[in-house]
Nanobody
Framework: QVQLVESGGGLVQPGGSLRLSCAASGFILEHYAIGWFRQAPGKEREGVSCISSTEGSTYYTDSVKGRFTISRDNAKNTVYLQMNSLKPEDTAVYYC?????????????????WGQGTQVTVSS
């Protein structure tokens, strides 16, 4: 059974950092492109960052460029999202998603498997 489990969310002050993890089970993550998405209350789900399966090509939405870093450790079957210089507008539920194949996509509809999400709250 394909399963993705996010962890690492929490409450952090503006300017702080969090590292989200997306652990995969039931499949070999190396064969999948991964996307991180977020959804704030009353807003549509937004693509935050993506990474290809092997070559490591990455994507960042403009609002997180220079602050967030996506990486993967295929040996641990895990993808990470390092989030620095967090802002209140980063507050959302963060989801990781997987799609078969090498290339990432930035649209949520292009992903097949989703985690349950982890809450990130940036507030003083």
């Amino acid at each position: 059974q394909v399963q993705l489990v996010e962890s690492g969310g929490g409450l952090v002050q503006p300017g702080g950092s969090l590292r989200l993890s997306c652990a995969a089970s039931g499949f070999i993550l190396e064969h999948y492109a991964i996307g991180w998405f977020r959804q704030a209350p009353g807003k549509e789900r937004e693509g935050v960052s993506c990474i290809s399966s092997t070559e490591g090509s990455t994507y960042y939405t403009d609002s997180v460029k220079g602050r967030f870093t996506i990486s993967r450790d295929n040996a641990k079957n895990t993808v990470y999202l390092q989030m620095n210089s967090l802002k209140p507008e980063d507050t959302a539920v963060y989801y990781c998603a997987a799609r078969v194949g090498a290339n990432y996509r930035t649209a949520a509809d292009d992903y097949d498997s989703w985690g349950q999400g982890t809450q990130v709250t940036v507030s003083s």
